[in-house]
């Protein structure tokens, strides 16, 4: 990559987030928040590139989220810190743990192979990352640093159906997303499954059914935000949004479909598979 692509990707991945911070957000309620996910990921991109490692990258996300929650918690004590607090901790606690052993367990992840070795590239990636963090969580941190509602009294029937609704969406993503993980980890640990794809389970459901997951989990926390937002405010519900392009269209399902596909594009059970199973959303098998 360029070095002038790479710079110019860097100051838009600041100014993309900056603005919806300061247009979504009361004042600087968002700004500082965007600030400290940047500057604590650059912390840690020196560290890394320092040491060559990229054994971190995806934990340091989920410190982030979990850190900004229990700010969040501490600062705005309200219905909505606790609630998506509590969702967001839960999520993070639990995919950070995921993605931090499976890269120990394989001792490298191959996306950063090349690209932790050019010191502008790998801060680029670990900017995006910045991004990724405050525009999923932008919707959520709104709700949370704004309302002041205290307890379930406090709410109106608007938005106490949110919550009920958003709580569903996010409950059933959530188990979709470690049911469909728990199915693939244990499916790549059998040693009999080597070079071999995933069919049973969700997967035989949907060919990503844990980006799905993902999507759910997210759209349920903006729909539990949704009540507390008006005027520019709207402009965060660009989270699930985000989620969803960015696991559809940019760094999800487009690459690991480029792979499968030069890996098993000549099998006729991987060309029968990926034809009988949707990409996304969960689909009863015509088998069952």
Known sequence: MSKKRTITGIFLSIFLALSIALIGGEGYNLVLPALYIFLVHW?????AYFFQTEHYFDAIGSLIFISLSLIALYFFRNIYSVII???VITWALRLGSFLFTRVKEAGKDSRFTEMKKDFLWFLLTW??????????????LNAMISSEN???SDLDLIEYLGII????????GFL????????????????????????HGLWAWSRHPNYFGEIL????????????LEGWRYITLISPLFVYLLLTRVSGIPILERAANKKWGDDPKYLSYKKNTPLLVLRKPKNS
Not at 176 to 199: A, C, G, H, M
């Open 43 to 47: 912390v840690f991109f020196f560290h």
């Open 85 to 87: 607090g509590i969702m």
């Open 127 to 140: 900017s995006i990352s910045g991004l990724w963090v405050f525009l999923t969580y932008a919707a959520g």
């Open 150 to 152: 205290f307890g379930f």
């Open 165 to 172: 609704v958003g709580s569903i969406f996010w409950l059933l």
């Open 176 to 199: 979709l997303e470690v049911i469909s993980d728990y199915q693939k980890r244990t499916f790549r640990k059998n040693p009999k499954n080597l070079d071999k794809f995933i069919v």
């Open 217 to 228: 989990l997210w759209f349920g926390i903006a729909i539990i935000a949704l009540p507390t």
